[in-house]
C-alpha cells in the first residue's frame, strides 16, 4: 500500500537544483512532523531535513544553507527545495510522517524523534559531474 507519493527526482547536473513533492491523502499527512531522508549508495538512510507543526524547520550540515522544506497542509504535500548539488547528494531521497503525538514539540520532531509511521518508496537523484 503506497503511503506517501514523490515526485520529481531524476537526473541533475552538478550545481544544479531538485525539487521534489511528496504527497498523502489526509490519513498520512501530519500535521506534527515530517522529514525528509537521503541513502546514499551503500550507506544507511538518514534524515537530514525536518519540519514541525508549526512550519520550524531543520537541516542536516551537509545541505544547510541550501535547502529548504515546505508544506501545505491544504494539500497534504510536504516539498523539498535542494539547491547547489554535489555527486554526495546522490542516492535516494524519502519523505516520512507522522501522527506520533510525541513529536509535536518543536523539540522533539526537529531533535532526535525516530518513529515515523508512513513513508514513500523512495525516488532516485542521481547528480552527474
Request: with cysteine; net charge neutral.
Amino acid at each position: 500500500e503506497v503511503q506517501l507519493v514523490e515526485s520529481g527526482g531524476g537526473s541533475v547536473e552538478a550545481g544544479g537544483s531538485l525539487t521534489l513533492s511528496c504527497s498523502a491523502s489526509s490519513y498520512t499527512y501530519s500535521t506534527y512532523c515530517m522529514g525528509w531522508f537521503h541513502q546514499a549508495p551503500g550507506k544507511e538512510r538518514e534524515r537530514f531535513a525536518g519540519i514541525s507543526r508549526d512550519g520550524s524547520s531543520r537541516y542536516a550540515d551537509s545541505v544547510k544553507g541550501r535547502c529548504t522544506v515546505s508544506k501545505d497542509n491544504a494539500k497534504y504535500t510536504l516539498y523539498l527545495q535542494m539547491n547547489t548539488l554535489t555527486q554526495e547528494d546522490t542516492g535516494k531521497y524519502y519523505c516520512a510522517t507522522t501522527n506520533d503525538i510525541r513529536a509535536v514539540p518543536r523539540g522533539r520532531c526537529l531533535g532526535d524523534f525516530d518513529n515515523f509511521d508512513y513513508w514513500s518508496k523512495g525516488t532516485q537523484v542521481t547528480v552527474d559531474s
